[in-house]
């Protein structure tokens, strides 16, 4: 009886141990299916990796820079706040682009790094652009990260709590009021308006996600124009777009300046159904824009035109002075 119980046991632990071997050995065959589909989609995965922003105006940034800034904003992890127009008016401003400066406090390289952040979040030779600005980026979004509980623009959360420490972004809920990180915000931002951004030409959204925007542009047509009413009553041009994007829960800024910052821009591209079209009109310019409508498809344009005429349905063809074109839906790309 002894002997049989012995060789049961035997018995039964081989039968584990070949389970488990078949079990690492079948694992390991589909690891190794899954790296080979990997690396042979890789190519076409990476074609359809469309979305990513461009710098507009590349004018003061050294060349050899603009590829890597815009790489880098691209691949931060934070796009809709980190764009490449931001990310080369931040190293404008830390550095004026000089991989080798160096402030009296310590700070290092291109992004203007304390060696504790260094440590912290890069990674390589903080010396070198080629580290030193994916590095900025990827502390952009860790920044932009800690303060996303407090209301207001992500872009200047983000700013003002990379100038001041985010704990100070928390404590005042906002910006704080302090002059140096204030100007800090209101200058990168300001450059970065300059730079612009586009996206790429091959970015488009859906026309299924847009629709609800689409149908509340229609059903407001005939409305009156009065000038910063927010309905549903009466409209002005601002606030009627705004009000159609957050139909599928997208929370546009509310005057036409913003908006147009809001972006992200497209350029060389016909426009599609949800975009949003800039013009100077009668109290803005070209720089900041007065005047907003949606095309809608169909070479056709909805807006809140003025008091004389309200909401009302025009042709492309009527928009001459056209100055900006923004896709917000596509902002999450």
Same mark, same amino acid.
């Given at each position: #009886?002894?002997?049989?119980?012995?060789?049961?046991?035997?018995?039964?632990?081989?039968?584990?141990?070949?389970?488990?071997?078949?079990?690492?050995?079948?694992?390991?065959?589909?690891?190794?299916?899954?790296?080979?589909?990997?690396?042979?989609?890789?190519?076409?995965?990476?074609?359809?990796?469309?979305?990513?922003?461009?710098?507009?105006?590349?004018?003061?940034?050294?060349?050899?820079?603009?590829?890597?800034?815009?790489?880098?904003?691209? $691949?931060?992890?934070?796009?809709?706040?980190?764009?490449?127009?931001?990310?080369?008016?931040?190293?404008?401003?830390?550095?004026?682009?000089?991989?080798? $400066?160096?402030?009296?406090?310590?700070?290092?390289?291109?992004?203007?790094?304390?060696?504790?952040?260094? $440590?912290?979040?890069?990674?390589?030779?903080?010396?070198?652009?080629?580290?030193?600005?994916?590095?900025?980026?990827?502390?952009?979004?860790?920044?932009?990260?800690?303060?996303?509980?407090?209301?207001?623009?992500?872009?200047?959360?983000?700013?003002?709590?990379?100038?001041?420490?985010?704990?100070?972004?928390?404590?005042?809920?906002?910006?704080?009021?302090?002059?140096?990180?204030?100007?800090?915000?209101?200058?990168?931002?300001?450059?970065?308006? *300059? /730079?612009?951004?586009?996206?790429?030409?091959?970015?488009?959204?859906? *026309?299924?996600?847009?629709?609800?925007?689409?149908?509340?542009?229609?059903?407001?047509?005939?409305?009156?124009?009065?000038?910063?009413?927010?309905?549903?009553?009466?409209?002005?041009?601002?606030?009627?777009?705004?009000?159609? /994007?957050?139909?599928?829960?997208?929370?546009?800024?509310?005057?036409?300046?913003?908006?147009?910052?809001?972006?992200?821009?497209?350029?060389?591209?016909?426009?599609?159904?949800?975009?949003?079209?800039?013009?100077?009109?009668?109290?803005?310019?070209?720089?900041?824009?007065?005047? *907003?409508? #949606?095309?809608?498809?169909?070479?056709?344009?909805?807006?809140?035109?003025?008091?004389?005429?309200?909401?009302?349905?025009?042709?492309?063809?009527?928009?001459?002075?056209?100055?900006?074109?923004?896709?917000?839906?596509?902002?999450?790309?």
């Amino acid at each position: #009886m002894a002997r049989t119980s012995r060789g049961t046991v035997r018995g039964g632990r081989l039968l584990v141990w070949l389970g488990v071997g078949g079990f690492v050995t079948i694992g390991g065959i589909f690891l190794l299916i899954s790296v080979l589909i990997l690396l042979i989609a890789a190519p076409f995965l990476d074609e359809q990796n469309i979305g990513g922003r461009v710098i507009t105006n590349s004018e003061g940034i050294p060349t050899e820079y603009v590829q890597l800034i815009t790489d880098a904003a691209n $691949a931060s992890g934070c796009p809709e706040v980190v764009t490449p127009s931001l990310l080369a008016a931040q190293l404008r401003q830390e550095s004026g682009f000089n991989p080798r $400066a160096q402030s009296q406090v310590g700070a290092m390289g291109i992004a203007q790094f304390m060696p504790g952040t260094w $440590a912290a979040h890069g990674s390589g030779d903080v010396w070198n652009p080629a580290d030193a600005i994916p590095a900025a980026a990827r502390y952009d979004c860790a920044v932009a990260a800690a303060v996303a509980s407090v209301p207001g623009s992500a872009q200047e959360k983000m700013l003002a709590a990379y100038n001041a420490g985010p704990g100070a972004v928390l404590a005042f809920a906002g910006v704080p009021p302090y002059p140096e990180t204030r100007n800090y915000v209101r200058t990168i931002l300001a450059q970065a308006q *300059v /730079y612009g951004d586009s996206l790429d030409t091959g970015v488009e959204v859906s *026309v299924e996600t847009l629709q609800p925007v689409i149908d509340f542009m229609w059903s407001q047509i005939g409305k009156p124009y009065v000038w910063g009413a927010t309905g549903p009553g009466a409209w002005d041009c601002s606030s009627l777009v705004q009000a159609a /994007y957050r139909e599928i829960g997208v929370s546009l800024p509310r005057v036409t300046t913003e908006q147009v910052a809001y972006g992200p821009r497209v350029s060389g591209v016909e426009p599609q159904p949800g975009d949003l079209l800039f013009i100077p009109g009668s109290d803005g310019t070209a720089i900041a824009p007065g005047h *907003v409508g #949606m095309y809608v498809g169909n070479g056709q344009v909805i807006a809140a035109k003025g008091a004389r005429w309200g909401v009302v349905l025009s042709e492309l063809s009527d928009w001459t002075t056209v100055v900006a074109v923004t896709r917000p839906l596509a902002r999450s790309f």
